[in-house]
Every structure is written in structure tokens, then in C-alpha cells.
């Protein structure tokens, strides 16, 4: 094993992250190599550096005039380097910054610094590399995103434990999640937690997820070691008063010794930037302190600097620069009072349907979708309603049918959905 990665991984000797480590995870380290020896070279060498791989002209980056009169509110330096393997240290810090203020419970709690990955999919990919090895328990909800599949099975063969996610009474089946952690062998497992939910839309109340901390703490007394992972995608979009307004990580980061909590978030929803492709990983537990999440968190880059090296410098900068915009808060408040109106209109055609109607929505209070259980078989309906109408879902396991009524229109909602309740008729 490389020397980096044993004075890391003595760092972390004895905490619940070395007992949580997959093989990949405890091999890896940020290497003093190129990088490394780049920086030092851009605090210190005054005469020449020639050690970055980029092509440069009077101190400057070569760029094609063609492409950067695309994007005039930049410099060539603010588009066309290279990103630091970790992320811009400004965007970083002030990304934390705005953590505190999303989330009031985190305030004055110690995390790493968050670590810029290349969208969610690459942050929670990045955790299932650092901490799954194949056959370790996962455990998720059924209603859970597909690419889960790819991540935690195709790509780290990692076991996926499902629960039922709702109860009978349409909250979250707290016996259900409980049952599934009972059956897992071993001293330690891995849970994901996504809220708003894809592809329910679904979020916590403030008493459900105290329940599911208290459930977790529960565990974690008794001698389980516990990767809890908040995929917090949708987060902001939050649209009843019940619900809990902040993520679980907040309460996860300073809960017990035995839980490190993993934060996966970023720009891609919450500031509107799909393209972007900018997500950001924080780690946090009670029993860290700064010297060993800097140890976690140069295990990280060494995992971050051998999947895709560094994220777009050009779209940490459009993402930084808009931060401290005199209308940012204001322009985001807008975004989601447009999302919620859609929302409203939803709940509000839904609560329309007859008895006869073979379509039963899932509880949903936040995000992007909504999901209903379909009496028939939910592929058959989704290509009807392509076919024979023009409108375009999502089936999932043959009686689901998601809905992201995000992508539609005030004014076109009840039309949508009055076709989707016709045709759920005509399949049947």
C-alpha cells in the first residue's frame, strides 16, 4: 500500500471511517505528484513555471476567441483553466457558508470542507467507491431513483436492502426501514436517504424525521457502524408547512460516534444549472475531528483525481459569481413559488378523480415528481399514452407511473392529467 495512503489511513485509525472504509477507500490518498508539485510551483516559482500540461501565452491560457465571446462576463482565466482536484477554494467555502443558513441545525457543527464532484451521480458514485465493498448492505427505499442500481450494484456489487418506503397510513414505514436493518449480517451497513424522494416526491414531516433519527441513534448505540448518506438532490423544494425544511444531515453530523454522515448536494437543482454538472460531498461525524476529515478528504481527492481529475472551472465560476447577486435569493424564491404553483394545480386535479379511476397517488409534498400506483400495467399505459396521445412518462416496475410535473406548465396541468386519468381507463 502507498505510504500516503497508510499515514491516512493511521490518521483514521479508530474511528467509525476506518471501520467504514471499502478496500478502494483505504487504498486511495491524494498523491504528491504532478498536482501537488503545480502548486507548489504557482506559490514559488517567480521566474518560470513549466508545470502545468496547459498551453499558455504571456502568463495567460491559449483559448479560441470563437468560443470565449460566448461568455462575455468572464476573463479567459475565469473559463479556461484547470479547477483544483477538490474545487474552487472560494466556492467551497462559500458553499458551506450557505449550508449554515439552509440548514440552521448544522450551524457551528464541524464538517469537511464540501468537495466539488461533477454532479450528484458523481458525488454518490464517489461515496460508493470510498465505503462499498461487493456484498456490503446498502439500504434504500423501494421508491428509489434507478440509477441506485447502476451505482451501488452494477458499478461497486455492493447488496441493496429495500423496505417499503410508505405505511398504510402514507408516512414512512418507520417498522419497515427497522426490519431491514435487522436483517443485515455484520457490524455495519450503509443507508440513502433522498428527500424530496425520486420518485414520489415525498419529504419527511419534522416528526418523521425524528423518528427516523431516534431510529438510526437507536442503532448506532448498539454497536452498529452506520454510513448515513443524504442524497439531497431537490432539496429547497419544500412545498407544506409539516415538513421538515432542512436536511437529516444536519441532525447526522454531531448524532453518534458510530454514524459518519455523507452530504451529496449541489447546483444542479437547487440554483437551476442541470448542465453544469457541479455537486458537492461533505462528511461529517461526532467522533471526527479537523485533522482526520482532512485525512477523509484527501482519501476523497485521490478518488475524485482518478475518475475525472477536476469539474468545470468555467461553471464553478458562473455558479460562484452568482452567489452574492443582489436578486440570487430572490431569483431562486421565484423558481420555486413557479414550481409550487404547479404542485397546487396537481393536488388540486388529483383531488378531482372519480372513484372509478384506476390511478392512486403516492403521498407527495415536495421536489420535481409525482408518482401513482397504477391497477394495470404501467408500461402498457406509458406507451399508450405516447401512441395515442403525445404525452410522455415514466414507468417504473410495470406498476408505477412518475410524473415530473416540474417540466409542465401551469396551464397545461389539468389537461395532462385529465388525459393521463382517460387513458389509465382505456388500458385497463
Known sequence: MNPIAQELNSA???????????????????????????????????????????????????????????????????????????????????????????????????????????????????????????????????????????????????????????????????????????????????????????PTGYSPSVKESEEIVSLLKTWADKGKKILAITDDAYFGLFYEDETLKESLFGTFADLHENILAVKVDGATKENFAWGFRLGFLTYASKGLNSGQLDALTKKTMGAIRASISNSSKMAQTLVLNSLPADTYWKEKEEGFEILKARYLKVKEVIASFGSDS??????????????????????????????????????????????????????????LYTIINKAAKEVL
Open 12 to 198: 483514521l485509525e479508530g474511528t467509525v471511517v476506518s471501520q467504514l472504509l471499502s478496500e478502494f477507500g483505504k487504498r486511495f490518498y491524494f498523491p504528491k505528484g504532478i498536482v501537488s508539485q503545480a502548486g507548489e510551483a504557482k506559490q514559488k516559482a517567480h521566474k518560470f513555471n513549466a508545470t502545468v500540461g496547459m498551453a499558455t501565452i504571456k502568463g495567460s491560457p491559449m483559448y479560441l476567441e470563437s468560443v470565449r465571446k460566448q461568455v462575455p462576463g468572464l476573463t479567459p482565466a475565469q473559463m479556461f483553466p484547470y479547477a483544483p482536484t477538490p474545487g474552487v477554494p472560494e466556492l467551497r467555502k462559500k458553499w458551506r457558508e450557505e449550508m449554515d443558513v439552509k440548514n440552521p441545525s448544522l450551524k457551528g457543527k464541524l464538517t469537511s470542507l464540501p468537495l466539488v464532484t461533477s454532479g450528484l451521480t458523481h458525488g454518490i458514485s464517489t461515496v460508493a467507491d470510498m465505503f462499498l465493498d461487493p456484498g456490503d448492505p446498502i439500504i434504500i427505499p423501494d421508491m428509489f431513483w434507478g440509477n441506485y442500481t447502476l451505482i451501488f450494484e452494477g458499478r461497486n456489487r455492493a447488496s441493496i436492502v429495500k423496505f417499503d418506503f410508505f405505511n398504510e397510513e402514507g408516512r414512512i414505514n418507520l417498522s419497515a426501514l427497522d426490519r431491514a436493518i435487522t436483517a443485515v449480517k455484520g457490524d455495519k451497513f450503509a443507508v440513502i436517504l433522498n428527500f424530496p424522494n425520486n
Open 358 to 415: 384506476p390511478l392512486k397517488p403516492l403521498p407527495f409534498n415536495s421536489g420535481y415528481f409525482m408518482t401513482f400506483q397504477y391497477k394495470g400495467n404501467s408500461e402498457k399505459l406509458r406507451t399508450h399514452l405516447l401512441d395515442a396521445y403525445g404525452v410522455g412518462t415514466i414507468s417504473i416496475q410495470e406498476k408505477y407511473l412518475r410524473i415530473a410535473f416540474s417540466s409542465v406548465e401551469l396551464e397545461d396541468i389539468e389537461e
